[in-house]
């Protein structure tokens, strides 16, 4: 599979999505996703996080787009139609967002948390950011101040959920929800507190386009 960005800006539905600068400092920028699949795919899985987390469907959180690939090379020389129908020409990742975005990233090696996607955009009133890993390899991430400042207040009123008493975080390693006490709050500040949601919602999945037009996902 290649990663081709002009197919992926067309797949996205926006063929002005560059987000290319002369001094490679980019603003993190809006898009209307037009792509009729994309938007339906993003607008299914919304439904399935509403029904599966209660705290989604009260606001928690946001979706990313991420690892959009396209297959092109595919060829069909020497093979029928029942062999290429299942070929898989584009593909998609969907996974809920309850990370804090920070100004100043953390990087890990290869691995960058709390890095800034090129764009973002508004699905049923859910906020969708949307990754492209050659533009952050382009620009080595770098987007202007107040985009980015922009971006971390959208992302930070997803979360604000995670300040209420109750809300229910969820412990990676054994694997159960859990509350914060009161006093146990109080010792933390905001952030620390949205830091600990980061994985209160983890449902990832797959989408996988084919040559016919059926649908297949991958969990």
């Excluded at 983890?202 to 037009?213: F, R």
């Amino acid at each position: 599979m290649q990663s081709v960005p002009v197919e992926r800006y067309q797949f996205l539905g926006n063929s002005e999505c560059n987000s290319d600068s002369s001094d490679g400092i980019a603003d993190i920028k809006y898009i209307g996703i037009k792509n009729t699949i994309l938007k339906q795919e993003i607008q299914k899985y919304i439904r399935e996080l509403d029904s599966s987390y209660s705290v989604f469907k009260k606001g928690f959180g946001y979706i990313v787009v991420q690892d959009i690939e396209f297959n092109s090379s595919t060829t069909y020389i020497g093979r029928t139609w029942e062999e290429s129908k299942k070929d898989t020409i584009a593909k998609f990742t969907l996974i809920p967002g309850s990370y804090l975005l920070k100004l100043k990233p953390v990087f890990f090696d290869s691995f960058c948390a709390n890095c800034f996607p090129p764009f973002y955009s508004f699905i049923d009133g859910r906020l969708v950011l949307i990754e492209d890993p050659d533009l952050n390899w382009i620009n080595d991430r770098k987007y202007t101040r107040r985009s980015k400042e922009n971006l971390v207040k959208l992302v930070r009123s997803t979360l604000t959920l995670a300040l209420q008493e109750d809300f229910e975080f969820y412990d990676v390693f054994d694997k159960k929800y859990y509350k914060l006490s009161k006093e146990k709050r109080k010792t933390m500040t905001e952030d620390q507190i949205l830091e600990e949601a980061a994985f209160a919602i983890n449902e990832g999945k797959t989408v996988i386009l084919h040559e016919d037009g059926s649908i297949s996902y991958k969990r």
